[in-house]
């Protein structure tokens, strides 16, 4: 075996990855680590094309060491994965930079690369914990949801889920359904709001052959279909009084009849309801029966809009990245930070859909490894002029102009500020202390206090 | 018979979940009758579905097991791993030297001893 030179001994006592290549994309040295992290034998790499050794997701398409090589600007702690002999992703951090000779030359690059898995896989673990199902949220609301899902789960009674259009209460139902006991059984949902009362009314109960014009032939209601699982009524405050007549004897005697018949058939389904609009509002109107609504109301769960757990946005943009890569195939990595500001302080009338649309906008025009802000909707850079003004947009502003309105908003209360932000309260301590940001002397906190 | 193999300068792309380009060889009696290039930029297909709609046979770079799982179920005969120019490549195929130390990826040439090497045997059942 050669003896290894005091440039080999030093290479091989660094823990992150190290290899150097000629200017023809050559290795000429891979270390120890490298070995390890890439599984390949330092003998079987020297010599070889950089590209066949290293196999990652940038090779083709925005090489880091080409790009140093090309400007001479190095690039540090970029996040990509590669591609192990096993077939086995493996996600890393890499920095690269120029190697030059005596005479200032260069003779070409150097790539230093750490294995991110046990990162990775940390992060996992706490995502878990902020997941509960498909539904993803740090915010306490949510987590006091996640708590009494699997005992409301547990039994048969109806539950009203209430809260705006897009905060997931179809997810909020399906999660019901998924830790009953009726799991194995079909989740219908019924939208209420989407269908004339004729043809919900036969689209609930079903119908016989004759029972009108062109039923020529018996069909199953959605009751019947959900028969040992359990029925969601979406919108259920859209429906006519006629109706609600209907559903009221349903969920007292659990019986029902399709149309046109006069068998009576008994009703073995687990009755979820939601809806958008505040059903007791609607009973002090007039427009929905009292006695419906104590009979739907028997559990019921307030879902906060994304303005209530903007802490939750981080999250779900992640969440809507990986579902989108997979979608599109494409390797969208992360959101800059100014592109993360505006959305950050987007209002939301839409809620959680109107983000996961405004991601999916950005994932048609983005072309790179980052959605900028030029890839969001336009009524987004509009948020983000206001905020730091045109043509300042450096991070250190936005991260400025972020603190502040999340301060000013929560009357100067540190802890409800940070958890807007989505950032602990240490750190926003450390941010309002870098950047001199001033409180004023009564703060939100003081106040809560009196 | 088509073989589909992902292309990046007229060399193997090194990692098929990244290529943008698939090149299709038309071959016949161990010769190459055509190639056609097909890009997955802009289009709504991705390149492993490319690659299963338009060929018999991907020879490829490194892959993913989640993608080459996908390919292998879907009725496409994997060979990974491969490295070189695109047309020796495809001309060492035909002639049966596809595993050939040369043309194989640094980390992929030692028979059993390498996990590639091992799902390379069983994709080509």
Not at chain 1, 13 to 24: L, P, R, W, Y
Not at chain 1, 100 to 124: A, H, M, N, P
Not at chain 1, 257 to 262: M, P, Q, R, Y
Request: charged share 25%.
């Amino acid at each position: 075996m050669p003896m290894k030179n005091d440039k080999d001994i030093i290479l091989d006592s660094i823990s992150d990855g190290v290899f150097t290549v000629d200017k023809n994309w050559r290795i000429t040295s891979f270390n120890k680590a490298a070995e390890t992290i890439t599984g390949i034998k330092n003998t079987d790499a020297v010599g070889s094309q950089c590209s066949y050794v290293f196999r990652a997701s940038i090779c083709e398409c925005g090489c880091a060491l080409r790009h140093t090589m090309e400007t001479g600007k190095p690039v540090t702690n970029k996040a990509i994965y590669i591609v192990r002999a096993d077939g086995v992703k493996v996600p890393v951090s890499i920095s690269t930079a120029l190697l030059r000779d005596r005479d200032g030359e260069i003779i070409g690059g150097v790539e230093t690369f750490r294995d991110l898995s046990l990162e990775e896989e940390l992060k996992r673990e706490l995502n878990k914990q902020y997941s509960f199902s498909d539904i993803i949220s740090r915010n306490h609301r949510m987590h006091e949801l996640f708590a009494l899902i699997p005992t409301i789960a547990g039994s048969l009674s109806t539950v009203l889920v209430e809260g705006a259009s897009g905060t997931g209460k179809e997810l909020v139902c399906r999660a019901i359904h998924n830790h009953s006991p009726r799991k194995n059984g079909p989740f219908i949902a019924v939208n209420c709001g989407a269908l004339p009362d004729t043809l919900l009314e036969s689209e609930l109960f079903g119908y016989k052959a004759g029972a009108f014009t062109d039923a020529r032939t018996d069909k199953k209601g959605r009751f019947a279909l959900a028969e040992g699982g359990t029925i969601l009524l979406d919108e259920i405050g859209d429906i006519s009084p006629a109706l609600q007549v209907r559903l009221l004897r349903l969920l007292q005697e659990r019986t029902y009849e399709a149309l046109g018949s006069e068998k009576t058939v008994k009703a073995d389904v687990r009755i979820l309801a939601a809806t958008n609009k505040n059903l007791e509002t609607l009973v002090n109107e007039g427009t929905f029966r009292q006695d419906l609504y104590y009979r739907i109301n028997v559990m019921k769960l307030s879902l906060p809009s994304l303005n209530e757990r903007k802490e939750d946005i981080p999250l779900l943009i992640e969440h809507f990245l990986h579902h989108f890569n997979k979608l599109t195939g494409k390797q969208i990595e992360t959101v800059s930070g100014a592109a993360m500001a505006a959305l950050m302080n987007h209002d939301y009338p839409g809620n959680i859909r109107e983000l996961e649309n405004a991601i999916e906008h950005a994932f048609v025009l983005c072309g790179g490894a980052t959605i900028l802000p030029a890839h969001l909707p336009n009524h987004y850079k509009v948020h983000l002029d206001s905020l730091i003004g045109p043509g300042a947009e450096t991070l250190e502003n936005i991260e400025i102009a972020a603190i502040n309105k999340a301060l000013k908003q929560n009357a100067f209360n540190r802890l409800a500020a940070a958890r807007d932000l989505g950032i602990h309260k240490t750190t926003l301590h450390r941010k309002i202390k870098r950047y001199g940001i001033k409180l004023p002397s009564k703060d939100g906190r003081s106040s809560q206090n009196q | 018979m088509r073989i589909a193999v992902p292309v990046w300068d007229e060399l193997v792309s090194p990692v098929l979940d990244t290529a943008q380009v698939l090149r299709i060889y038309e071959v016949d009696n161990g010769k190459i009758l055509s190639k056609k290039d097909f890009s997955c930029v802009g289009s709504d297909a991705t390149l492993p579905e490319i690659a299963v709609e338009k060929a018999d046979i991907l020879i490829c770079g490194a892959l993913s097991l989640e993608i080459e799982e996908k390919l292998i179920s879907q009725g496409l005969k994997v060979h990974p791993w491969a490295m070189g120019e695109c047309d020796t490549i495809i001309e060492h195929y035909l002639r049966g030297q596809i595993r050939c130390c040369e043309y194989t990826m640094p980390g992929c040439r030692y028979g059993k001893r390498r996990g590639c090497s091992r799902r390379r045997r069983d994709s080509s059942k």
